[in-house]
């Protein structure tokens, strides 16, 4: 619409050519390859996301130095070296991909903002398993095993966030 154009901002209505300029002509099948793998890189993410929290409660009272804090700084660092992170990138290397092939009628969409603001909210919650894992390896860690327990609900309401904003796309 021409006057809808005139009424935006120029900083958004360069931002929306950009969109344009950098958006992917995939085929169908294509498109659906990307979404089965973005979703399988999800799926591991989340796990690990879910699961990491988990073992830092059982961290959390664990003497340090014991045998059971020496397993669990393993297996703290095994998932998430190499199943969160790599889940992580593959994530959002095909929603990178899924995005650049949006048509900028969508980039306008609500759903699409408030989704991409609950990602980073996963990327913030990532980050920060990673610093408390860090202090659990060097036998830092301060926090007890209930913050642990509320922490692992934040990627639950996130995820549940971003369903809602993908599938139901409420704005």
Sequence with gaps: MPGRDRAMPAFTHRGL???????????????????ALHIISVIAWMAGLLYLPRLFVYHADADAGSELSETLKVM??????????????VS???????????????????????????V?????MHMAMGKWRRQFAEDR???????????????????????????VKPF
């Design 120 to 124: 980073v909210g996963l990327l913030g």
């Design 76 to 89: 703290e660092r095994r998932l998430l070296k190499f199943i969160m992170n790599p889940a992580m990138l």
């Design 17 to 35: 050519r950009a969109a344009e300029d950098i958006m992917l002509d995939l085929s169908a099948t294509a498109i659906l390859w990307v979404k």
């Design 141 to 167: 860690n301060t926090r007890s095993q209930k913050f642990y327990r509320i922490a692992n609900e934040g990627p639950t309401l996130l995820m549940v966030g971003i369903v809602i904003f993908a599938v």
């Design 92 to 118: 959002f290397l095909f929603g990178g991909i899924l995005l650049a092939g949006l048509d900028p009628d969508t980039w306008r969409s609500g759903w699409l903002h408030a989704k991409l603001v609950f």
